[in-house]
Each structure stands twice: as C-alpha cells, then as structure tokens.
C-alpha cells in the first residue's frame, strides 16, 4: 500500500531533487512531461516528518501559478497534485474559504496568482513551488514579491516547474548563481500519457520551433535585432520539399578537433530552379552537424551526408585549416566536388544577403532544424548573442550563397557586379 507514495522508487532522473546547497530549481520539460508531479513531491518532502504528525523540514510553502484556479486545480487537486500524491495518513486539508492546505503535522502551503503580486506582500515562507511561470503577464513583479517573503528558515528554496518560453525572467534565473536545473522532454513521460496522444502531437509538431519548445521542453531564444527570427523561421516550415534541380553540402570546420571545440556546422541545402533566377527557391534539408569531432569524424560526417542526399559539391570554409581541411576530406573521398571558400567578412556581414532572401520568401525549411534555428536567432548585426560560435549558421550561409547568391550575381550586368 505504501509503495505507490514512494516516489524515490518510481522518479524519473529529471524529477530527482538534486543535491547541494541551491536556491532555484528549475524544472524545465516538455508538456506531460511530469514536472507537477516532481513539483508536488518536493513540497512533500519539506512538509512531511517521519510520522504523519511528525514536523518536516519546512512548515510555511507558497504555491504560485498564473491563476488561483490553475493552482488549485493543477497543482492541489491536479491527477498530480498535492492530495493525489499524498498517502491518505498525510494528507492536507484543502481550506478554500482561505486558499490554503492544511497538513496534519500543522505545515501550511498557501495559494498565490501571479496576477495579484502585491497579495504575496507581507506573509512569510520558509519555501515556494512556483508553476509555469514563463507564461505569467506579471512575472517579474510577482517572483520579486516571492523573494522578499522567502524569510523562514535555514535557507529557502524555490521550485520552479514551467515549460520555456522566451521571457528574460526565465533566462536570468536559468544563468543565476544557486540556480540548478533538470530537463526532459514529454517522451520522457510517455508510459503515463494518454495512448495516442504522444503519437499525435509529434506527427503535428515534431521538427516545428513550437514542439521544440512545448515537446522537448527547449528555451527558443532570440537576440534582440536578430537577423532570423522564430516567426519568419515557422512561416518558412515545410514538411515536403520538391526534386531539387542541385544540392550541396556546407562545412564550416572548428578551429580544433577536440571534445570541447565548437561544433563542426554540416547543412545541406537544395535549390529548385524553375524561372529566371530571381524565382529560384532554396530548402534546407538537413542539419549534419557533429560536436567535438575530430578532423577525420566531422570530414565522414560531412561526405556521409553528401552521399545521403547525393549533392553535387561540398562547400568548405578553409580559413582556420587551408588545404588541411581539403586534405581530410580527400581522405575520405578523393573523388569529391570541393569548392574551398575564404571568409573576407565577418559572420552578421555575410549571413545578411541570406537573410533578405528568408524575408523575400525564398528559402523554406524542411523539418528538424531546431538546433541550426535557435542558433539563427542569436544572430544580429552587431555579432553572435549565443555561446560558442555559430558554426551552423555559417555552414548555412555557404551553402545559401553556393545556391543563390553567387547565380544571381553571374546574371547581373558587368557594371551591377562590381557596385
């Protein structure tokens, strides 16, 4: 009878309270990924002792979501909640008259919305379980409100269980010193949903910036002044790409071939040349990168997908490596079409022709980009706002160029090139 209440024995490992001295724990998932019912057990075990009147950890919880109905039906009367998870000998009392639950031991969790931050001004916590809180409007006012209540005990901590969204709060908690984080997408969950519904939702969303985030439970961010940006990105999605008239593969090598060098960005791209050229279209089709390959690793990988697909031309930046990158490559496949490109530019000047063509509507992508798109919205102007280089990118760029830029400019006049 106990066993079902003992969910250190069926916990998934992002569900696992993590150890050390942290303040902010963020459960970061994809939907019916479980993070309410980890949020749940946290809160159980601060409140509950070693006999059902025995005092726990912490005695005074705030619990916060978007709405009082969405705490009250998700994360007290939740299939996950707090009284589905407590064993009948522990469980709270849910006072409604005042918002409140009621343990045996006398440990009280308190309901809060985020729509009412000023309503968290003057009670006093010892711990908090705050849920979906990259949707709040009032964010920031309501966890700043939170922080001055947290008060109680030895040392307060936050769980926060939330699906991502691009929202400074989030991002600024997920970088903040104390702030330890689990992540797992909804498959993670899957032997508790519903038959079918997994099936279906990836069948719709999978591949999609909107699954990467409400599936696979991934922060999309985008820079301010971002040359891409994640709706232009969504409105260039395809599921079905054409006979491509010619294909190539891009590489933009890392400068080293260690296990903590940036990755070596592999794209393959296409081109339908139907019409004069300013008609042609462009399909990314694959993002082929490997990280912390070595030279001879990302070189198969990257002739590999040339075979896949089978392009025409490899396109291969050779400013960190010169003929060593050709070298590699003729390793792997002396007979290849290489075409070695030198960067004169830097990255924003040369990805900015490729991204007038994303707003003239002429490149689409095929599904399951995620990675090179989230990397495309940290793009500006003035640099790269991601960490680490954005290797993918510029292996797009070469590979959009290869396609597009460089035959529009051989049908320009003689005086139209040199401008």
């Not at 939740?78 to 440990?107: F, I, K, T, V, Y």
């Not at 909804?186 to 910036?209: I, P, S, W």
């Not at 909107?210 to 991934?218: A, C, F, S």
Request: hydrophobic fraction near 45%; charge should be neutral.
């Amino acid at each position: 009878m106990a066993l079902p209440f003992l969910f250190e024995f069926w916990a998934m490992p992002h569900q696992v309270t993590p150890e050390g001295d942290w303040t902010n724990w963020v459960i970061m998932g994809g939907r019916g990924a479980g993070k309410t019912r980890a949020g749940a057990e946290w809160v159980r075990s601060l409140v509950e002792g070693a006999g059902p009147k025995d005092a726990g950890r912490c005695k005074r919880i705030a619990l916060v979501g978007e709405t009082v109905a969405q705490v009250r039906e998700v994360m007290v009367f939740g299939e996950s909640g707090l009284l589905a998870c407590s064993p009948p000998d522990r469980r709270p009392e849910w006072q409604a008259s005042r918002r409140q639950l009621l343990w045996p031991n006398g440990a009280v969790a308190q309901v809060f919305s985020a729509h009412d931050p000023e309503a968290l001004r003057g009670p006093q916590f010892d711990a908090a379980w705050v849920d979906e809180l990259a949707k709040w409007k009032k964010a920031r006012e309501t966890w700043d409100m939170l922080q001055f209540g947290l008060r109680l005990g030895a040392h307060p901590q936050v769980c926060i269980t939330t699906t991502p969204r691009n929202i400074g709060l989030l991002k600024e908690l997920l970088e903040a010193e104390g702030t330890v984080t689990t992540h797992a997408p909804t498959e993670a969950n899957k032997a508790n949903l519903a038959k079918g519904f997994l099936a279906a939702v990836q069948a719709r969303y999978a591949g999609t910036r909107l699954g990467r985030q409400e599936l696979d439970g991934v922060l999309i961010e985008e820079a301010e002044g971002a040359l891409w940006t994640p709706a232009r990105l969504e409105a260039a999605r395809v599921r079905e790409v054409p006979e491509m008239s010619r294909i190539v593969v891009a590489v933009d090598p890392p400068v080293s071939g260690t296990a903590s060098s940036d990755a070596c960005g592999i794209i393959v791209a296409g081109v339908v040349t139907k019409g004069p050229v300013q008609d042609w279209r462009a399909y990314v089709l694959e993002d082929a990168s490997v990280e912390g390959a070595s030279p001879m690793a990302w070189a198969e990988a990257a002739v590999a997908a040339m075979h896949r697909w089978k392009a025409e031309r490899m396109v291969a930046e050779v400013n960190q490596g010169g003929d060593l990158v050709e070298q590699v490559i003729r390793q792997v496949d002396p007979l290849i079409s290489l075409r070695k490109v030198h960067a004169s530019k830097g990255k924003s000047a040369r990805a900015e022709p490729i991204a007038a063509l994303y707003e003239q509507g002429r490149v689409s992508h095929f599904t399951g980009l995620g990675q090179l798109e989230d990397e495309m919205c940290q793009l500006t102007l003035h640099g790269f706002h991601g960490k680490g280089s954005p290797d993918r990118t510029d292996a797009l760029v070469w590979a959009l160029t290869e396609l597009m830029i460089l035959p529009a400019k051989s049908h320009m006049s003689p005086q139209v090139r040199t401008l």
